[in-house]
């Protein structure tokens, strides 16, 4: 039996035996690409924890009605989290990079406002709220209860100012494994952009005790690097299991 699509609804307000108008936007998912009707099961999720199973009671493109069966709140994932810093990257490669981090179980990504990233602050001001809704819309595919958090931009100095060293891992081919770094209460992971960092960035990196991490013997695209990353470093602290139960 095909499990019931994970669906979006509103924060707050996700009450057993409540009906749940739900956005135009999902609403139209639901009835248009997926063609389900009335009587059919979907999950409602919010991106803060809510799973709800529910039944739809209205469904039309306008309009899209489904009432709550039960409801379960998730905790956020016990352990301290992975954190991809990225290199702003133009348009589309950021758009993945952050989609297929939340897939793997990053817990928050942050644009890196190196000397070489193809946008500045503002640019990443910009596309905050862009890079946001994309991660909540992919909580939906990989079946996450949590959304992954995407901070503002920093520049590397910023990053290594508010991250303990311990916890610092810089991305290079000729870094150790990951079986090989200190343990660490959380990891932050920094991806430079295409060109990588500069010489003076990595100085900084290097002054302040930051590991380093290989990735394998290929040189990556910085926004495949930052999935890679993820993954890798998600299934080290999570022992191999998946970053949520």
């Not at 956005?23 to 009835?31: D, F, K, P």
């Amino acid at each position: 039996m095909k499990a019931a699509p994970w669906v979006l609804a509103p924060p707050g307000g996700i009450d057993p035996g409540r009906v749940v108008v739900l956005e135009a936007g999902e609403a139209r998912h639901l009835t248009s690409a997926l063609r389900l009707g009335v009587g059919d099961a979907v999950v409602l999720v919010d991106g803060r924890g809510t799973v709800a199973p529910a039944v739809l009671r209205t469904a039309s493109r306008a309009r899209v009605e489904a009432e709550v069966v039960e409801i379960r709140v998730e905790p956020p994932p016990a352990h301290g989290g992975v954190a991809i810093a990225l290199g702003l990257l133009d348009g589309r490669a950021m758009d993945w990079a952050v989609q297929k981090c939340v897939e793997v179980g990053a817990g928050r990504l942050i644009p890196l406002l190196a000397e070489r990233s193809q946008a500045g602050r503002r640019e990443a001001t910009m596309r905050g709220d862009h890079w946001r809704r994309i991660s909540l819309q992919a909580i939906k595919q990989c079946r996450r209860s949590w959304a992954m958090e995407v901070g503002e931009g920093l520049s590397p100095s910023e990053l290594v100012a508010q991250t303990r060293a311990e916890c610092g891992v810089l991305a290079d081919r000729a870094g150790a494994g990951a079986a090989d770094l200190r343990p660490a209460p959380e990891r932050v992971l920094a991806v430079g952009p295409e060109g990588g960092f500069s010489a003076v960035e990595e100085s900084l990196f290097a002054a302040a005790g930051w590991q380093r991490l290989s990735l394998g013997p290929h040189v990556l695209r910085a926004e495949t690097a930052a999935v890679v990353g993820a993954a890798v470093l998600v299934g080290r602290e999570t022992g191999g299991r998946p970053a949520e139960v």
